[in-house]
């Protein structure tokens, strides 16, 4: 059974950073893409992050030059790190593991960015 569980949120500063872990078990982990995407209250999730089988990475403009997303192949986990937060990245993050014909998410972590 493929679970992923999210963990790292919480109140940061604005200006602040975050980073984000999530623990992938049930699958062989490091043949597959992971993302991360997020969720505003009241609006569509939206994709954030893309870190390939291979390494490479992507990101969204919204995020792009103040993130980083990596994964640890031995430890099955992939991360985002996010700097210069801005109250306008408050929301849930969820990440996601996507196999033929299905896409695994985790219950997602919640990060507020308030002073």
């Known amino acids: 059974q493929v679970q992923l569980v999210e963990s790292g949120g919480g109140l940061v500063q604005p200006g602040g950073s975050v980073r984000l872990s999530c623990a992938v078990s049930?699958?062989?982990?490091?043949?597959?893409?992971m993302d991360w995407y997020r969720q505003i209250p009241g609006k569509e999730r939206e994709w954030v992050a893309t870190?390939?089988?291979?390494?490479?990475?992507n990101s969204a403009d919204s995020v792009k030059g103040r993130s980083t997303i990596s994964r640890d192949n031995a430890k099955t986990a992939v991360y985002l790190q996010i700097n210069s937060l801005k109250p306008e990245d408050t929301a849930v993050y969820y990440c996601?593991?996507?196999?033929?014909?299905?896409?695994?998410w985790g219950k997602g972590t919640l990060v507020t960015v308030s002073a």
């Open positions: 049930g699958t062989i982990f490091r043949i597959y893409n």
């Open positions: 870190v390939n089988a291979d390494g490479s990475t």
């Open positions: 996601q593991l996507s196999v033929p014909g299905r896409a695994y």
